[in-house]
């Protein structure tokens, strides 16, 4: 579940839990915040009226909105066999991708994304590399190395890749872990 | 019939055999594990709560839907790193069908494998000295 859908989620129950309060300290005959005030009072209370119905109808468009979107694409990669589905989650695709693109030389970290396509998979890497390298020849050589490691482990086509190298390091990584 | 018990075809002339859910489920799971490139299944927030509060669950990342004389399988499985994903999920599925039709009698519809993710091999620790039964 997406972080800002969960986020969206958490405000809904937490005002649902105040409303439920509210009507608690109803039944036990208090009202310690006042609302019966602004619900019965006079025309002085509108601009408060105002401003919870503003608070509503923006939580409902959150709600609703976030409803309607909901996780766009299935987060696994889907193989059709003769005795069922097989099903791959992303991470899983994501962490082999990400351990072949390790081993290649002059990675120092990496980083990858991977969305389904209709006809193979696309990956977005990230990585800091080596200083003294060629650039274009290690991207070239990542995208080929993990074109043919996905399609061989995974068994579905890449069907193209980003390489951004977002910095040269000279630190010197870990020889173990 | 109560809910979760099936009863194969072979139970009709001297009485009746019913199969629990989770027996079949405890089937399938050990036949996925037994297959080589698979290391372990993986089970949801409510294998680990059951798991906390007993033993060890062999029905684990399996999810079972039984009629009366079929059933379909779900696994939830995480595979070893340098196993080709395509032919562990294929061998599964035939192991885990050879496995319930052959136990049970059920005849297996559908068995669709989730491979949550993948264990990458890891430094083994040093074995410990195990202290004697007698002194």
């Known amino acids: 579940?997406?972080?800002?859908?969960?986020?969206?989620?958490i405000i809904g129950s937490l005002v649902m839990l105040a409303l439920a309060m509210?009507?608690?300290?109803?039944?036990?005959?208090?009202?310690?915040?006042?609302?019966?005030?602004v619900i019965t009072g006079g025309e002085e209370m509108n601009l408060y009226r105002?401003?919870?119905?503003?608070?509503?109808?923006?939580?409902?468009?959150?709600?609703?909105?976030?409803?309607?979107?909901?996780?766009?694409?299935?987060?696994?990669?889907?193989?059709?066999?003769?005795?069922?589905?097989?099903?791959?989650?992303?991470?899983a695709v994501e962490s082999l991708a990400l351990r072949a693109i390790d081993k290649i030389r002059g990675v120092k970290e990496a980083t990858v994304s991977v969305e389904a396509e209709s006809d193979g998979l696309r990956f977005a890497v990230e990585i800091v590399s080596s200083p003294d390298l060629n650039?274009?020849?290690?991207?070239?050589e990542i995208r080929s190395k993990l074109a043919d490691y996905i399609h061989e482990t995974v068994g579905i086509p890449v069907t193209g890749s980003t390489v951004t190298v977002t910095r040269v390091t000279t630190e010197s990584r870990a020889r173990v872990e | 019939m109560a809910h979760g018990i099936v009863q194969p075809q072979w139970s009709e002339k001297n009485g009746t055999v019913r199969i629990a859910n989770e027996v079949v489920g405890i089937i399938a799971g050990l036949a996925a594990s037994e297959v080589r490139g698979v290391a372990g299944m993986s089970g949801g927030v409510v294998d680990g709560i059951s798991e906390l509060l007993k033993k060890k669950s062999l029905s684990k990342g399996v999810r079972v839907e039984v009629g009366e004389k079929e059933a379909a399988v779900d696994l939830y499985v995480?595979?070893?790193?340098?196993?080709?994903?395509?032919?562990?999920?294929?061998?599964?599925?035939e192991n885990v069908k050879r496995a319930i039709e052959g136990m049970t009698g059920l005849k297996v519809v559908e068995v669709n494998v989730h491979i949550q993710g993948v264990q990458f091999e890891q430094e083994e620790a040093p074995p410990e000295e195990e202290e004697g039964r007698v002194t």
């Open chain 1, 1 to 9: 579940m997406r972080t800002s859908y969960r986020l969206v989620l």
């Open chain 1, 50 to 91: 105002l401003i919870g119905f503003g608070l509503f109808v923006l939580l409902f468009l959150l709600l609703f909105l976030t409803g309607l979107s909901g996780e766009t694409s299935p987060r696994t990669v889907i193989h059709e066999t003769e005795m069922g589905e097989v099903r791959i989650a992303f991470s």
């Open chain 1, 135 to 140: 650039l274009p020849q290690l991207t070239s």
């Open chain 2, 78 to 93: 995480v595979i070893e790193y340098g196993a080709r994903i395509p032919d562990v999920a294929i061998e599964i599925q």
């Open chain 1, 22 to 37: 509210f009507f608690l300290s109803l039944l036990m005959g208090r009202d310690p915040v006042g609302l019966t005030e």
